[in-house]
């Protein structure tokens, strides 16, 4: 059997090294290796249970595992290990399908272009690496290694403020990496576990009592919160996002942000389960006060960017508290959920950028009646809006639908609180469309024209897969709850 997660890393390695010295011609390369990593993945599918053209047997850990000696001392064993299960490979789609929306819809910048699309390919790379690594070390590395490239991306092509943004992000994440990677060298030690792999951590851990699991879970619980983010950790959201370019607020917003969703999962939820149900009340008060929060604060927003930034607040509280619900169908709600949020909020940020580079302003009280003048933007804009507020046929009704239902089995009547709020939600999209794409002209430019080919055709591959997955959601969510590993109890 072909190591396909080492040729895939082999692959975005080689391919990023390749974009930074590639110089003028660094699109094509990022190009190439983006319609290559896609493909891999699309092997990786077809290749795992769950996968509607699988025909083998379910087996038990996890698909495409690979584990080879790295670094062996007389007390503790670091292994290169890596594997996929259907949690991890959804979010691989996710990135493998953003990786090549942002370079299409990227294609025409012409600012240090070597650097900025290396830029992009590393922090994909690094985004895969988290998806795929089972043991912490490694894990760890991948995660760090997403940082510095967003760091930069941030600091060299931003907006006015784009360093203190910048350095605001690093530091907010980096504090956060810190704790959590004290958090998992706590549950080693402290279990007596003699590696670093999951499955050795995930065994050992079931030993340590109620008390230790729950500090332990908090700990994870503030390092993967940060980069979800959820309140009160959401500080440097807003800014990264406003001063990013657009490439890089998509590729923040759609892939970095599921980086906290999943390291919940996979090591704090599953590797300490009774932490995760001593904890459990404060999880649904976050989880709460984020969606609460991430609507209200969205309805004040005048700009466009600022606005997606914190409905993505609002959304990631939404996974957080699929995720608190601590079913089965909770834990498929939260996939999904992060899998749409990553799509939907990609579209969204291409068609802020590109109204800014249309009309000069993202200022939503600025512009009104576009739609004459951009129809096909006018178009995306009204597909992400449609999709984020929950119109079934669209990658976000099944998604959030599967959400309130997990809520509902666990909570009851409670579900009114987050189902109330999104109609808030579709509030705060409604009256974005209302007043920017319908109505009089307003703030339009001599000379204003419609999106070009590369922004069309990058934005039109993230409509196509909300349209894909919203009307045939069972190509992800058969592959998800036929994931060998479930770490959550039933409901």
Not at 20 to 26: C, K, L, N
Not at 242 to 252: M, R
Not at 265 to 286: K, S, T
Not at 473 to 485: C, D, G, Q
């Amino acid at each position: 059997m072909l190591p396909l997660i080492s040729i895939v890393l082999a692959t975005l390695a080689a391919g990023t090294a390749a974009t930074f010295v590639a110089g003028t011609r660094a699109r094509y390369v990022a190009l190439g290796v983006s319609a290559a990593f896609l493909a891999e993945v699309g092997l990786m599918f077809a290749a795992y249970p769950g996968w509607p053209g699988y025909n083998g047997a379910l087996v038990p850990g996890f698909a495409e595992q690979e584990s080879h000696a790295w670094l062996h001392l007389p007390w503790l064993q670091i292994n290169y290990t890596v594997g996929v299960d259907g949690i991890s490979l959804v979010l691989i789609l996710l990135t493998a399908v953003l990786q090549l929306a942002t370079v299409v819809y990227s294609w025409e910048e012409r600012e240090r272009p070597a650097a900025y699309f290396g830029l992009m390919l590393l922090t994909c790379f690094g985004s895969f690496g988290v998806f795929a690594a089972l043991d912490i070390l490694l894990f760890f590395l991948f995660w760090e290694a997403v940082l510095v490239p967003m760091f930069f991306l941030i600091g060299g092509w931003g907006g006015p403020r784009r360093r203190y943004a910048a350095l605001k992000f690093f530091v907010y994440t980096h504090v956060a990496s810190i704790v959590m990677l004290v958090g998992l060298l706590a549950i080693v030690f402290y279990s007596g576990a003699t590696s670093f792999d999951f499955s050795a951590v995930y065994a050992s851990a079931r030993g340590l009592g109620v008390l230790p699991q729950s500090f332990l879970f908090l700990a994870l619980l503030f390092g993967f919160g940060v980069k979800f983010p959820v309140v009160p950790f959401h500080t440097w959201l807003p800014d990264a996002h406003v001063e990013a370019p657009t490439g890089g607020s998509v590729l923040l917003a759609g892939i970095l942000l599921k980086l906290g969703g999943y390291g919940l999962i996979r090591w704090a939820v599953e590797v300490l389960p009774q932490g995760f149900a001593h904890d459990r009340p404060i999880l649904f008060a976050v989880a709460f006060l984020s969606i609460a929060w991430g609507s209200i604060v969205s309805l004040a927003q005048r700009d466009m960017k600022r606005l997606v930034a914190f409905s993505s607040i609002n959304h990631m509280g939404i996974v957080l508290l699929a995720i608190a619900v601590g079913s089965s169908l909770g834990l498929l709600a939260a996939v999904l959920l992060m899998f749409a949020h990553g799509i939907v909020s990609g579209l969204l940020f291409m068609s802020a950028g590109t109204v800014h580079h249309t009309f000069g302003t993202r200022d939503l009280g600025a512009l009104g009646g576009i739609t004459p003048t951009t129809p096909v933007l006018s178009t995306m804009i009204m597909a992400g809006s449609l999709a984020s507020l929950g119109l079934p046929a669209l990658i976000g009704f099944p998604a959030e639908f599967t959400a309130l239902l997990a809520t509902w089995e666990r909570l009851g009547y409670w579900v009114l609180l987050p189902l109330g709020i999104l109609v808030v939600t579709a509030a705060f999209y409604l009256w974005m469309m209302q007043r920017v794409l319908f109505g009089p002209p307003r703030g339009i430019p001599p000379g204003a024209h419609d999106v070009s080919f590369s922004e069309g055709a990058g934005m039109g591959l993230l409509v196509a897969a909300t349209v894909l997955f919203g009307i045939l959601p069972s190509l992800l969510v058969n592959v998800i709850v036929s994931s060998p590993v479930k770490g959550f109890p039933g409901p």
